[in-house]
């Protein structure tokens, strides 16, 4: 079990900078529940519950002293599968006040991700709501469970003041150690898990909030998964806890649900991807009885967002735009506050840190001047390698993180985002592995071979299909067939293709080794 670290003159220089410092995520609950401007103001709230700084330390506290009494130690992997909710923000804590490490699991991933990221990160325990009537968390926990020998315990999120203790003091954690692992969207079967540290996300966190003008006066909602680097971070959960703020947890990203939240809670910041950005500016043209005005900033990223819809979002909603263009990786860049709105409806922003390093490459890694390229970076919150030094591959020699991302500038120097390598199709933000699913199919004995590729979708960006060549032409196995084998196999539903086209073969790619990236490439252009 290992992270790849910084080189240590680079380290050397963050420490010295002040970029890296001694605070570690536990500070931001605990440091403002001892201050008594801010112990007093709320903190987290979701539609059932709102808890004080304060409260929420305290109970913090408490379930942390329970996680350590039933044998979580420090340095353990624990994963959360846990709904949106003001539970999550608990149970995050709590883990990290007991020096474990949370590890992202989101509540659509199903057991062929959950039991990839509990066999790879070596999990003891899952933290996952035990009776909901939408889904069956706990039965798939179970299943997981008794696929991955590590696990020894299944803890219920909606129950976790059953688990709670006397508090104790607990050893103060390494800031330059692991704090959390995060599933990488270009997982393959073998997922990519991304490791970062308290002092390297937190910087991050401190940067976002001062591009983002988030101060104790932010109420900020999430309606993203919780668990998702965006909402998390940029500047999200940590950073409005970190000024003071208040965090809004949605249940769900819809108007019908969200929107009553904003009226009541006088939410000022949200984060969408573009599909729900399309779908509140849509609602809101029609419009609404319900009070939006206190909305200020509406973010949209994890997709590139039409430029078109750009410019309708901030005056439907009130609010100004600010794109957001990140990855769980870390390099996270924002348009200006005060950019000109063609750049904030035209651009997807720059790095938020004037550490952040970027390069444009050609295929072969040959530096590109101008643009189009692929982005390669590296940085103070950029991790160098994911964990126990999976997919290389995706590391420069020299370290730098190949973004897949094909980028250039606009001349005031804001990135625009053009496209990406053919092998990940982004759903509307949500990212899938076209690599994976090709796996997934191969085993479906009617297919012989199968390629995934992205085509182009007016509400989602890009969608999947599947290119299936099967054993017996005639007994091709149908959409709902194949979406059917994919759900058993326990693919989350995001993954499953939308589209299936049979074929006889696949095009030449001119060389004599098959090159399935090559040939993805080739049907994504063939414009599916
Ligand atoms: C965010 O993080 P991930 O890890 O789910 O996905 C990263 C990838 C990027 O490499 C890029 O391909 C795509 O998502 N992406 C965008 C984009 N924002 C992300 N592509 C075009 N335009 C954008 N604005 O998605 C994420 C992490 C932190 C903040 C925001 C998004």
Redesign the pocket.
Known sequence: MSMTLWPPELADDYRARGVWTGVVFDDLIAGRAADPRFADRAAVVDAQCSLTYGELDDRVGRLAAGLVARGIDRGDRVLLQIPNGVPFVEAVFALWRAGAVPVFGLPAHRESELVGIAEAAGVVAIISPAERTDFDYRALARAVAGRVRSITQLLDSDRLEDLWAEPITHPRADPEDLGFLQL??GSTGVPKLIPRTHADYLYSVRRANQVCGVDADTVYLVVLPAG???PMS?PGILGTLQAGGTVVLAAAPLPSVAWELVQRERVTMVGLVPPLARLWTETAERGTDIDLSSLQTVQ??????PDALARRIGPALGARLQ???????GL?CYTGLDDPIDEVVTT?GRPMSELDQLRLVDEDGAPVTGGPGFLETQGPYTIRGYWDGRSPESFAPDGWYR???VVEFSPAGNLI?RG?DAD?I?RG?E?VSAEQVEEHLLAHPQIRDAIVVAVPDSYLGERSCAYVIAHDPAATPTLPEIRGFLRGAGLAEWKLPDAVKAVADFPETGVGKVSRKRLRELLTAAGA
């Open positions: 990488s969207g998702h680097n965006f940029s949209v990223g994890g997709a590139r967002c794109q957001v263009f990140g990855m769980a990786e996270v997807q973004t897949g991302d985002v990406r990940r982004n933000g990212k």
